[in-house]
């Protein structure tokens, strides 16, 4: 399991290991065209002249995708745990760490995909430019397993609060300077 963080691996480690790997790519493939739409048919740019708020516009993007792409993988996240055999004191665990760790990883890929738009092969490029970002958070997020549930999940609440409005900003400058270019 690449994402274990303990020297001893069980079945539940790979499970857990599993679950995150899916998870995160799942988020890199529904997210890799979250804006290309919006851009090419001159939404963003119709957007960006009308006088709104561009970050306020982009957060929303955001937010809805996660909503409508990542939390009804998470809802049956505990049908997918008890079918790979995790146990059920874990799986509540499981729940609020994917939660928080999907919403910061779908902020970090939005990212990436606003500086892929104007990119021919955005998809190759989207993961080699954000998977090397995720991996820490997925280091963390699975740490929680092995230690202390509720510093992990201060940790990613602390890291979320504070990457949200520096990711947003800089996706929304993303987009402006593709719809400049």
Request: hydrophobic share 60%.
């Amino acid at each position: 399991s690449i994402f274990a963080i303990t020297t001893n691996i069980n079945d539940t480690n790979i499970a857990i290991a599993i679950i995150w790997i899916c998870l995160t790519f799942s988020i890199l493939l529904s997210s890799n065209q979250q804006f290309q739409r919006d851009f090419d048919d001159g939404t963003f740019e119709q957007l960006y002249l009308s006088g709104y708020v561009f970050e306020i516009i982009i957060l929303a993007k955001i937010i809805a995708n996660w909503l409508f792409n990542t939390l009804p993988l998470i809802i049956i996240l505990p049908i997918i745990a008890l079918i790979l055999k995790i146990p059920s004191n874990l799986i509540f665990d499981l729940v609020a760490i994917s939660l928080i760790a999907s919403l910061l990883i779908n902020f970090m890929v939005s990212f990436g995909s606003s500086l892929t738009l104007s990119a021919n092969s955005s998809s190759s490029l989207l993961i080699v430019l954000v998977l090397p970002l995720l991996i820490p958070i997925i280091i963390f997020a699975n740490a929680s397993f092995g230690g202390d549930f509720v510093v992990s999940v201060k940790f990613l609440l602390v890291i979320l609060v504070f990457l949200t409005p520096i990711l947003t900003l800089a996706t929304s400058v993303a987009v402006r300077i593709n719809i400049i270019e």
